[in-house]
């Protein structure tokens, strides 16, 4: 298992996160009962947030949040943000008012929560849900961003009562022990019983807001969404984007020109125009058709497709573009592929032990001078032996100084765990 926790050089900090290292979720647990009945404890903090935008998808979903909140600070709101997982600092999970949540709050609202809950026996990511809708109700706010982190129906967050907006990204197999478990009741083939899970968002009166998919797919997921009453907006019914040199969007409101985000690949496009079908269905928060073009351009998210700056890890590959993403999974290795297409690269790569190091690189075939695999310090990840014909190295350091001198750019992909430690290693933590 990888290690959802960090390290903080703050002690009051650490002495929770050690205790948070302690929770797992008990084996054959699913539900919302603990969680909500932590929040009770609480005193119901999920009842009292600012509007919220609520988003899940196997690719995409921390992408659609980071274009959410630039807009929405575009427009001069004020924002809380819930983002998982953590880079390097555990912080990252709670962005209060735009800005991370200082290690004297964090460790305040981790102590109260764990205090409370230590008869529950819950979950590290029940913990953290409950800590961040307290921190959220403390501080006001005009709107709430809060990424899904597994699933949907049973993810901890999914306790919100109306949302001014759901939406759905892009969906694929992904999590497959925790969300294809066999179930009564439930849709038995593997992308529809991903369309339930991911749909379990839905609620009555909030606008859900999708990406195209399937027919098979979209079928289940208005199904959901007439059982539970949440108005439905399917992009190619209800809105359409077509993604080019700009982005052309248009729905029942209008047509717009939009700009291309300064994020690299195409599918980037995609979520911009999720973030902006999900802003343009909800009535909660007005937002204005500039702070859409400027939240568009000034949005940033690390470890996706990001070309690392100049930094210790870096001057390793002098001379040489070094580029860094997180994306483990077969849609993530599709983006990966049409992002390099053409070009020749060398490829760093660990993955956890439950992941397929296929997806990544079989995009990438014909284009890479070399495979060079990593073990992901800290997790349980993948040896040598699952990377047949690849080099190996002990860390990645050791594996940018063994390129060779033809500057060739370089990607280090695989896993969001080791992207953290790039960037921490690169002096590039997210702030």
């Known amino acids: 298992m990888a290690k959802d926790f960090a390290a903080s050089e703050d ?44 988003v899940a998808g196997t690719n995409g979903k921390g992408s659609t949040c980071a274009y959410l909140r630039a807009i929405l600070e575009a427009d001069g709101k004020v924002v809380h943000t819930a983002i998982k997982p953590h880079l390097v600092r555990y912080n990252e999970r709670i962005r209060i008012a735009g800005e991370l949540v200082s290690d004297a709050e964090l460790a305040a609202l981790l102590k109260e929560v764990l205090d409370l809950s230590e008869d529950l026996g819950p979950s590290f990511f029940e913990v953290t849900t409950a800590a ?3 921190a959220f109700a403390h501080h006001p706010a005009d709107a709430c961003v809060i990424e899904v982190g597994l699933g949907g129906r049973f ?16 969906l694929g197999i992904d999590h497959e022990a925790f969300l294809l478990v066999p179930e009564e009741g439930v849709p038995q083939e593997p992308l529809v019983r991903i369309a339930f899970e991911k749909a379990g968002i839905a609620r009555a009166g909030s606008p859900l807001v999708t990406q195209s998919y399937p027919p098979a797919l979209e079928d289940e997921i208005a199904r959901i969404a007439a059982l539970v009453g949440a108005p439905l907006h399917r992009r190619g019914h ?26 690299p690949g195409r599918h980037q496009g995609d979520n911009v125009a999720l973030a902006v079908a999900m802003l343009r269905h909800q009535d909660k928060v007005p937002v204005s058709e500039r702070a859409l073009a400027e939240g568009i351009r000034s949005a940033r998210w690390p470890a996706r497709l990001q070309l690392l700056g100049q930094g210790p890890l870096t001057a390793l590959a002098p001379g040489r573009a070094v580029w860094l993403d997180g994306g483990h999974n077969a ?84 896993s969001l765990y080791l992207a953290g430690k790039v960037l921490a290693a690169n002096d590039e933590i997210p702030d």
């Open 132 to 134: 961040t809708f307290l």
């Open 331 to 414: 849609d993530a290795g599709l983006a990966i592929g049409r992002h390099f297409e053409g070009q020749r690269l060398h490829l760093v790569i660990g993955m956890l032990a439950n992941r397929y190091p296929a997806t990544i690189i079989e995009p990438l075939a014909g284009r890479l001078a070399s495979v060079t695999a990593v073990p992901i310090q800290g997790s349980e990840s993948h040896g040598a032996e699952a990377f047949p014909g690849a080099l190996w190295a002990t860390d990645v350091a050791e594996a940018l100084k063994a390129l060779p001198d033809d500057g060739l750019p370089v990607l280090i992909a695989g």
């Open 238 to 263: 209800d809105w359409w984007a077509e993604v080019g040199e700009s982005i052309e969007y248009r729905d029942r409101h209008g047509a717009l020109s939009l700009p291309l985000p300064a994020l």
């Open 11 to 54: 002690p009051a900090v650490q002495a929770q996160l050690d205790r948070l290292a302690a929770l797992s979720l008990p084996q054959g647990r699913l539900g919302l009962e603990v969680v909500r009945e932590l929040l009770a404890r609480l005193g119901d903090p999920q009842k009292r947030l600012p509007p919220v935008f609520h």
């Open 155 to 170: 993810d901890a967050t999914n306790v919100m009562e109306r949302p001014a907006a759901c939406g759905i990204a892009t």
